[in-house]
């Protein structure tokens, strides 16, 4: 559009309003109080995030733990572990059920999923082929609003339709965010479009891995490095921003396509889901700055120059670091961090790994001293996704759909939850702080 210039001073200067404003409304502004705590609005059986305690009124730093369903999250990672399976859709039974299942459970429930895999007929040819998009969340968002009308009851909320609508889409976003990429590799960066059918049997990771590959191939460590992020990034609290959209939309008893989308447009921010993505350029934008990177000062003044917003994209921003809830660690970056390493150790990538890791143990202290904060501030899930994504050859396209893959069981989850016992729609006051004023007609203006 040309000449917005003038449209956009009126509209920077009439969009203003005063921080003191804020505070003299007492406004929680992000929703959060005084000490960064988020404002309770609601109650979830579904997820735990701890990362504080309060101790005689103060907020005191603690490691963070990780709740599904009131199972702690590395006790599910241990397990399938140590009994040397998958454990994704096992997470997913418990996030959406309420409890783990048994094997036969488990068994009967995969099926169902597989079954669900694929798309409706000519959906992926008249929807994704014929419509792609450079970016993979965009393209997953409205895919899920287009099964909208792929969907003979499509408005029936009732727990019993919401569900199945649920686990469908749990279903099929590995083969919506595959089939997306690769029609974006072919539209846009010229490349042979390849569209495989999803194999009967696999689960969720193994069907992205071999959907996104020419040649269907993966290793089973691959899968397993896959199944392991998927099982971590599933859930996080009815307070997580896409979680909370996906409340707030269904609070209105719209449709599971409506509120799904949601998350998903949520979870793309680079403030959330999305800094995996910004982490890779941030990592970039490092590596061709700095000469010795094992130099400490010299990266202590790049994380300074990042954090005064003077280097990589201006925002101010570390990203992958810092967290609403988390303030000592976050457990489900400790776990990729030694993923990283075992993996960075086999690909000879040892001297970027240990780049992350002065990243991460510095910033706290930068942190503190260029923002005079006493906050406690520490490495997120999305500082070393991406890297172990990019050394297992999955595309940067991928990493934060691949994120939406995993959440939306928590969506899911929440959604029911809030179809259940929500029961009112979601609705928190703005204060107008703009003076009334007469209308003034046309030929007086
Ligand atoms: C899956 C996920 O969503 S995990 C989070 C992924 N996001 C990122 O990695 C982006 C970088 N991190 C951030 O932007 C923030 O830490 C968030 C969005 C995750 C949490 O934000 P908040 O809860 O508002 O942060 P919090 O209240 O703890 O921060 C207070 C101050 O520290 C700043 N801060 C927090 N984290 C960072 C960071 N990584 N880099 C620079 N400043 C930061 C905030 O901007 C805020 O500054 P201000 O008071 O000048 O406005
Ligand atoms: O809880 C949050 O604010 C962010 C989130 O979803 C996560 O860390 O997984």
Known sequence: MSNTKNYLAEVTGNDYIDSELYTRFNVKRGLRNADGTGVLVGLTRVGDVHGYIIDEGEKVAVDGKLYYRGIDVESLVAAAEKEDRFGFEETVYLLMFGRLPSKAELEQFCGILGENRA???????????????RDIM????????????????????????ALRQCIELIARFPTIIAYSYMAKKHYYDNKSLIIHSPAAGCN???????????????SRLEAEVLDLALILHAEHGGGNNSTFAVHLVSSADTDTYAAISAGIGSLKGFKHGGANIKVMGM???????????????????????????????????????????????????????????????????????????????????????????????CTNVDFYSGFVYRMMGIPDELFTPLFA?????????????????GGRIIRPAYKCVQSRMPYTPMGER
């Open 119 to 133: 798309l409706p007929d000519n959906f992926a040819e008249d929807n994704i082929m014929k419509a792609p998009s």
């Open 283 to 377: 990592m970039e934008d490092i590596k061709s700055n700095i000469k010795k990177w094992d130099d400490e000062s010299e990266v202590a003044d790049y994380l300074t120059k990042i954090l005064q917003g003077n280097a990589y994209d201006g925002s101010g921003l570390i990203y992958g670091q810092g967290h609403a809830i988390y303030t000592k660690s976050d457990p489900r970056a400790t776990l990729l961090r030694d993923k990283a390493q075992g993996l960075a150790e086999e690909k000879k990538l040892s001297d970027e790994f240990n780049l992350y890791k002065l990243i991460e143990r510095l910033t706290p202290e930068v942190f503190k001293k260029v923002k005079g904060s006493d906050k406690d501030i």
């Open 138 to 161: 965009n393209k997953l968002a409205r895919s899920v609003l287009t099964l909208y009308s792929y969907d003979d009851n499509p408005d029936d909320n009732s727990p019993e339709n």
């Open 204 to 218: 969720s990771a193994e069907t992205i891995l071999s959907l996104i590959r020419p040649d269907q191939k993966y």
């Open 405 to 421: 893959v995993s959440r939306v069981a928590g969506w899911c989850a929440h959604r029911m939850e809030e179809i259940i016992s």
